[in-house]
Structure formats: C-alpha cells, structure tokens
C-alpha cells in the first residue's frame, strides 16, 4: 500500500513538472537557446519612406491630413495582402492646374488619396497580368478603378483622365510597393466622365493644391484582432485538466 501511495505521488509530481515546463515553454518563446534568425517581415514606415524619397511632400501632406496614412500604413502591416501605391511628385500637384484639387470636399479627397493605392503588393512583372484583368478596383472602392496596360516592360496607367505610366520604383519588397507615376491620378467618379479632348491646362490661377481640409472624422483603420489568446488559453485549460488528474490522485491516495 506505501508503495501504491508513493507511486501516485510521484506521478503527480511528474505531472506537475511537465505542466510547469510547458507553461513556461510558452510563455516565454524568446528565452529559447535556438539561434534560428527569425524571419521577421520587413516593416516599411511610409511616414519616413516617403519623407526621403521623391519629392513626395504634396502627396505625404495629403496622406497625413485626411489621416489616411494609418489606413495604408496598416495595410501595408497586413503582410498577408500588402500594399501598393503610385505616388506623384510635388511637381505633378504643381503642375496640375486644372482640374484643381483646391476646392474638393474631405470626402473626395481621401478618396482620391485612396485611388492611388491598391489593397496588395503588385511587382511590376505582376502588371502585365493585371492589365488583361482591368479595370483593377483601388482602395477607393466602388467606381474607383485603375486601367494597366503593360508595353514592353513600361506600365501604363489609364483613369479617363489621366494617362501617365509608372516612371520609377521607389520601394518593391514584399509585402510593400511604392512607384512613382508622372501625373496625379483622376478620378471619374469626383470629375466626371466629361472629360476635355485635350488636357491643355487653361490659364487659371495657381490656387495652393494642398486644401485647407478640417480634421477627418474617426480613422478609418481597424484594428486587427488579436491572436495572442489561443496559447494563454491552451496553458489554462492544461491546468485545469492537471488539477483534476491531481484531485482524482489525492481521493485515489486517500483511499489506499
Ligand atoms: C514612422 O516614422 C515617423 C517619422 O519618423 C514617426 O513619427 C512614426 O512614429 C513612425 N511610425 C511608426 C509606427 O514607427
Ligand atoms: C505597423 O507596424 C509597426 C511595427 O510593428 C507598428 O509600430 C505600427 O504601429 C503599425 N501601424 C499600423 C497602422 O498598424
Ligand atoms: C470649384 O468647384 C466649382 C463647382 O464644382 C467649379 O465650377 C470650379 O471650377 C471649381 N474651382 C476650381 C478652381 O476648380
Ligand atoms: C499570369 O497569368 C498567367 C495566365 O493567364 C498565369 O499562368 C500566371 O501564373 C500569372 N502570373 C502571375 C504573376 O500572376
Ligand atoms: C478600362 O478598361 C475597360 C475594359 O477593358 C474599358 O471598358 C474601359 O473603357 C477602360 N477605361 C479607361 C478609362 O481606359
């Protein structure tokens, strides 16, 4: 019977240490001594890459005052889908007299920011392939629709508005695409499908093309859930079953 009752014990014991180890197995990942590199995705600020890049002041300023720079900012983390922008130099805005910026409401404007991004991570080979899918939907949604046509190797970009081509790769990792186009891409769905023959700019009076917009209302970035839960809740439930084989041990213990 001692030995029985040592024997019990000593499976408890054993239990608890295995349910100990695992515990802290988990919990703390980073102390293991494997000197494995993990491989982090790449994180790409667009705050700073486009600060040092470009010029891309005009479009950065756009970005940060209708707020959308956190909604590319966190599609560009969602390394499942990425991110792909055609970004316009300040000379592009500058040079755009009509039609003008300056007069849009807060609403167009973010989705005229929106039209320049598309919701994954295009190489440039990818857009050979994406020209015979076109129109390829922006992250404006909607009517906001981009047209590629690839000509040996040179995208071109195509709105009803604007023809222009992507003039140079700023940033091409996965999951991140930044490429610089020679117009500031416009929208039929805020200028209309009455466009004019020819894109002779009329000699209106240069208005500032960064609009004095109010504070967009609420950010429009969600924020991904969280999957940390499941290995706290699987260290729980390991508990309560290693308690429940200790209590049954301890009335099996008592009883011998
Ligand atoms: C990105 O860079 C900007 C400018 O350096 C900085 O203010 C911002 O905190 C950075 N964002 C993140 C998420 O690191
Ligand atoms: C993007 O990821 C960086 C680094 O993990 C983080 O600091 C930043 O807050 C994230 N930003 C958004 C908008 O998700
Ligand atoms: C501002 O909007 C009005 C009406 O939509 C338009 O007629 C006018 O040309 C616009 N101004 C500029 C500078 O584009
Ligand atoms: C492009 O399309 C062809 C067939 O249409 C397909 O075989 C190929 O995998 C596609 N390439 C990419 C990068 O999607
Ligand atoms: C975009 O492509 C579609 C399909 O080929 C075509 O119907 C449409 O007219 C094109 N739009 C522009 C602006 O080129």
Same mark, same amino acid.
């Given at each position: 019977?001692?030995?029985?009752? *040592?024997?019990?014990?000593?499976?408890?014991?054993?239990?608890?240490?295995?349910? =100990? *180890?695992?515990?802290?197995?988990?919990?703390?990942?980073?102390?293991s001594?494997?000197?494995?590199?993990?491989?982090?995705?790449p994180?790409?600020?667009?705050?700073?890459?486009?600060?040092?890049?470009?010029?891309?002041? $005009?479009?950065?300023?756009?970005?940060i005052?209708?707020k959308?720079?956190? !909604?590319?900012?966190?599609?560009?983390?969602?390394?499942?889908?990425?991110?792909?922008?055609?970004?316009?130099?300040?000379?592009?805005?500058?040079?755009? /007299? !009509?039609?003008?910026?300056?007069?849009?409401?807060?609403?167009?404007? /973010? #989705?005229?920011?929106?039209?320049? *991004?598309?919701?994954?991570?295009?190489?440039?080979?990818?857009?050979?392939?994406? #020209?015979?899918?076109s129109?390829?939907? =922006?992250? *404006?949604?909607?009517?906001?629709?981009?047209?590629? $046509?690839?000509?040996?190797g040179?995208?071109?970009?195509?709105?009803?508005?604007?023809?222009? /081509?992507?003039?140079?790769?700023v940033?091409?990792?996965?999951?991140?695409?930044?490429?610089?186009?020679?117009?500031?891409?416009?929208?039929?769905?805020?200028?209309? $499908?009455?466009?004019?023959?020819?894109?002779?700019?009329?000699?209106?009076?240069?208005?500032?093309p960064?609009?004095d917009v109010?504070?967009?209302?609420?950010?429009?970035?969600? !924020?991904? $859930? =969280?999957?940390?839960?499941?290995? =706290?809740?699987?260290?729980?439930?390991?508990?309560?079953?290693?308690?429940?084989?200790?209590?049954?041990?301890?009335?099996?213990? #008592?009883?011998?």
């Amino acid at each position: 019977m001692e030995f029985t009752r *040592a024997l019990v014990l000593t499976c408890s014991l054993l239990l608890l240490c295995c349910s =100990s *180890a695992y515990a802290q197995k988990v919990g703390a990942p980073s102390l293991s001594p494997s000197p494995a590199p993990a491989p982090t995705p790449p994180y790409v600020n667009l705050t700073d890459l486009l600060t040092v890049a470009g010029p891309f002041h $005009t479009f950065l300023n756009y970005l940060i005052q209708t707020k959308l720079i956190e !909604t590319v900012q966190n599609q560009a983390n969602n390394t499942d889908e990425g991110l792909t922008l055609f970004v316009p130099k300040d000379s592009a805005f500058s040079s755009l /007299k !009509t039609p003008s910026l300056s007069n849009l409401t807060n609403d167009q404007l /973010k #989705s005229l920011v929106l039209f320049h *991004a598309l919701s994954h991570y295009y190489t440039l080979a990818d857009f050979k392939n994406l #020209s015979q899918l076109s129109p390829i939907p =922006s992250m *404006a949604g909607g009517a906001y629709t981009l047209n590629f $046509t690839d000509n040996m190797g040179t995208v071109h970009i195509s709105t009803g508005w604007t023809n222009t /081509k992507i003039s140079s790769s700023v940033h091409s990792t996965d999951p991140v695409a930044v490429y610089q186009v020679d117009k500031v891409l416009l929208p039929e769905a805020i200028f209309g $499908t009455d466009i004019p023959p020819t894109a002779a700019p009329a000699p209106a009076p240069d208005i500032s093309p960064v609009a004095d917009v109010p504070s967009a209302s609420g950010g429009s970035g969600s !924020t991904p $859930t =969280s999957k940390d839960g499941s290995s =706290s809740y699987r260290i729980g439930s390991f508990s309560v079953w290693s308690s429940l084989v200790l209590a049954i041990s301890v009335v099996l213990v #008592s009883f011998l």
